[in-house]
């Protein structure tokens, strides 16, 4: 039997690499503790089919905020574009009018782009946007039960009279 020769070295550790996943994991778990779960942070990933004409295959993500009160109400944030096999460099892209996008080749610049995009005025826009209307939604849903329990209490008020009437006539 022969010996085969290790020409692989060592191999990195899979919790060394920080992945864009694992940092848009991260920002959306991170908005849904900030918000109260009224707004959940969702990461989509994609990977293109297989291409010949690009080198290597590229893999997607999306940033989504989604509004669980307003029907799953979801925005994308931002996309991420990426090569599978080598992560960087990636393209980051958002806004919805006039699309915009910014490459990064590490993480750390990964990291500033992103912190530039979720802290933008535009993301806080929509952000407020959207609790303003879970909250309508909650004052609404509110204000039907108290109606509803008011309905419910006139009900048994009523219901209780009239027995009473009955209860009095059967006496007389």
């Known amino acids: 039997m022969t010996d085969i020769n290790d020409l692989w070295g060592t191999l990195p550790e899979m919790e060394e690499i920080r992945t864009p996943y694992t940092v848009l994991l991260e920002q ?83 990291l500033r782009a992103l912190k530039r995009i979720l802290s933008s005025e535009k993301t806080r826009r929509v952000i407020a946007n959207l609790l303003a209307q879970i909250s309508e939604e909650t004052q609404a849903s509110e204000e039907r039960w108290k109606l509803a329990d008011e309905k419910r209490k006139t009900r048994e008020r009523m219901r209780k009279a009239e027995e009473v009437r009955k209860a009095e006539e059967m006496t007389a």
């Open 28 to 110: 959306a778990s991170l908005l849904e503790e900030k918000t109260n779960s009224l707004l959940i942070g969702r990461v989509e990933r994609y990977l293109s089919p297989d291409d010949p004409s690009v080198p290597q295959q590229q893999g997607e993500l999306e940033l989504l905020i989604v509004a669980p009160e307003l029907d799953d109400y979801s925005y994308v944030v931002l996309s991420i574009t990426y090569p599978v096999a080598t992560l960087y460099p990636v393209t980051v892209e958002y806004g919805n009018e006039d699309d915009k996008s910014i490459i990064c080749h590490s993480e750390q610049e990964l």
